[in-house]
């Protein structure tokens, strides 16, 4: 069996991994790097290092390991060692769509065996969120969450972001087939897609995962020409079912609603509010080089950082309140936090850089401009987020990332999963261009 190959096997089985096994996840990351990089050595084959993306990369991957070491009189690395590991091992990250997009999903059937299991995994836990929704557990037993919003097939409320970032990449190429089919029937199929879909990030209940789902739905009516106004009426009717969710699911509707309308009411107490100023205090305290990694978890409780910002008219910050959390549940926040001004100018930039190279030729590929709002909707700045660099949903951005990257550029067609031999003519003449 060849590197290549198994390789491929562990990619296969990471999104799989995503689901339930943490370990067996970083695993088969580690396992695709390693054989990516014996390729590479054995092979001369190191253009990849040269993209865009990946140098930029490696710059703020490289200012997260230079604000972490630990050096007391520089100020640098407080976090000690420990923060210093694990900023090093962020590199396995940027290697992992660097390796799926240039070498192991180098071909239109390994993309395929990817996605599927991708679509695999969307499927399962739009399965199980259903079955918790109307039968009131999972098949693991496991109830609703108490704050209304639904598990899905997890025993935790992490069934939305996922759902979410999917979703397009998993819909879209199956849409984009159907409607290049003739007769009624295929363009009823894909409406029926979407309405699903949608109705499944409803009724999860999870706020900044549905509002993302929008997002999405805004970038596919701007770009997807075909499918412009049946996406422009399903966002009507999406909004529209928001309040018929108090009839049908009041737990959702308690969640996404009320919740939601009292904290914006109430943001600057909110635990939300109290994290982003708390954050932001730190950042002012240490502007240019930051905590070190994961700095915000190790340093947060102090109470030097119990200052509010009275130029903004917010007051202290409350630990009861919620004003620490073991991240700041903001990408970007993080980066600052970790590396300074310069962490952060690094770490927006390639986020950037992502979209402009997931960019090229999207306008063609349903698969790719699935990727490229899967991707843009983890990057976007104005969420609540996971720590960025952990599994499960950091695997999820990167195996995301990757399966776009292989995809053709601009200038070449590839059919999306569903089209058929006689209808690849189709593919490069219409539904995205």
């Not at 396992?31 to 014996?38: A, E, N, P």
């Not at 109830?143 to 097939?153: I, K, M, N």
Request: glycine share 10%.
């Amino acid at each position: 069996m060849t590197t290549k190959r198994v390789a491929l096997i562990a990619a296969l089985i990471l999104p799989l991994c995503l689901l339930y096994a943490r370990a067996g996840a970083e695993f088969a990351i580690a396992t695709v790097d390693s054989l990516f990089l014996i390729h590479a050595t054995r092979t001369g084959s190191w253009g990849w290092v040269r993209s865009r993306w990946f140098i930029i990369g490696l710059l703020w991957w490289a200012t997260e390991m230079l604000c972490s070491v630990p050096v007391p009189a520089l100020g640098l690395g407080p976090g000690g060692w420990k923060s210093f590991g694990q900023a090093i091992v962020l590199i396995r990250l940027l290697l992992l769509p660097a390796a799926l997009g240039t070498w192991v999903l180098d071909t239109a059937a390994a993309r395929t065996k990817v996605w599927l299991v991708i679509a695999a995994s969307e499927t399962w836990i739009l399965l199980q969120s259903w079955q918790q929704e109307l039968f009131g557990v999972n098949i693991f037993g496991d109830h609703r969450w108490p704050d209304g919003s639904l598990t899905g097939p997890f025993w935790a409320p992490r069934a939305g972001p996922p759902f979410t970032h999917l979703l397009f990449l998993v819909a879209l190429p199956i849409v984009a087939g159907l409607i290049a089919r003739r007769g009624t029937a295929p363009k009823l199929a894909a409406a029926a897609i979407g309405v699903i879909g949608f109705a499944t990030a409803l009724i999860i209940g999870q706020r900044m995962p549905f509002l993302l789902a929008g997002l999405g739905l805004v970038v596919t009516a701007l770009i997807f020409r075909q499918v412009r106004l049946p996406a422009v009426a399903l966002g009507v009717v999406a909004l529209l079912a928001i309040p018929a969710l108090r009839i049908v699911s009041p737990p959702s509707f308690d969640k996404l609603v009320v919740e939601t309308s009292h904290q914006v009411q109430n943001f600057a107490k909110s635990p939300y509010g109290e994290l982003y100023t708390r954050a932001t205090v730190m950042i002012e305290q240490s502007p240019w080089h930051g905590y070190g990694f994961n700095g915000f978890l190790y340093f947060c409780p102090q109470p030097r950082f119990d200052a509010g910002l009275p130029a903004l008219g917010i007051g202290p910050t409350n630990l009861a309140r919620g004003a620490c959390n073991i991240h700041p549940h903001n990408f970007y926040l993080q980066a600052a936090i970790d590396a300074g001004v310069g962490g952060f100018v690094l770490f927006t930039a390639l986020n950037l850089a992502w979209l402009i190279a997931l960019g090229d030729g999207m306008l063609r590929q349903p698969m790719k401009l699935g990727a490229f709002i899967g991707v843009l909707t983890y990057a976007w700045p104005l969420a609540s987020t996971d720590n960025f660099a952990v599994l499960p949903m950091a695997g999820w951005l990167f195996v995301m990332l990757g399966l776009g990257l292989a995809l053709p550029r601009s200038g070449s067609q590839e059919p999306a999963p569903l089209y058929d031999h006689h209808q690849r003519e189709n593919v490069t003449t219409g539904p995205l261009q």
